[in-house]
């Protein structure tokens, strides 16, 4: 997921579907590590790499809401992180 840092619009896109696509022969552990790097794009000026993040992570919803305790976890922190995240970039912005 380093590629997703790149600005290129076109590779981080192919990187979210990469990931999509791979969800389901992820391990939690995997999952967990992938979280901090999808909080990311919850910002992008990118809509396609917005919505492609929100795949991903209405998948995780779908397939993990009463799963791993772990993973339940993190997807709360993800969510708080993502709060935050974008709260902070409105007020940046005006």
Known sequence: MKSAGCRDEGVQLSCLRLVH???RQLK?????????????FVDSRSVACRAAMYDVVMWLYDNY???SVKLSHYCVVFST???????GS?????
Do not use: F, Y
Request: charged share 15%; aromatic share 4%.
């Open 21 to 23: 696509a791979l969800l």
């Open 65 to 67: 809401n009463t799963g």
């Open 81 to 87: 992180v993502c709060s935050i995240q974008s709260s």
């Open 28 to 40: 939690t552990d995997d999952i967990v590590a992938l979280l901090p790097t999808l909080a990311t």
């Open 90 to 94: 409105r007020w940046q912005r005006r």
